[in-house]
């Protein structure tokens, strides 16, 4: 497949990278870093203007990932996400959201 590409004159209107402001919430990129429809440049931009802007953001690489993930990435990508979430969404609401949450 050939990588997206988008029209430059829209990029203001759609590019999260333009967007990111100290109010934008925690954001987690997962990016395998063999994706060639949407390159993992895409995800290092977005971490970069996350952290300018101040945002608790993480980005997290799957090696051999390409643009979906296999069952195996999924053993990594589904934890991963549900702690960040726990974390950054379940302590808003005074409690875990998943049973990944630690007691301690």
Known sequence: MKPLTFDPKLAGDYS??????????PTLLIHGNKDELVTIEHSNTMLAAL??????????????????FTAKHNL?????????????LGAAKGGCVSTFCSTA
Not at 16 to 25: I, N, Q, R
Not at 51 to 68: R, W
Not at 76 to 88: K, L, Q
């Open 51 to 68: 952290e300018k802007a101040k945002v608790k953001s993480k980005l997290l690489v799957i090696e051999g990932g390409e643009h979906t």
């Open 76 to 88: 990594t990508v589904v934890p991963a996400f549900v702690e960040w979430f726990d974390t950054h």
């Open 16 to 25: 999260p990278v333009l967007h990111a402001t100290a109010k934008t919430p």
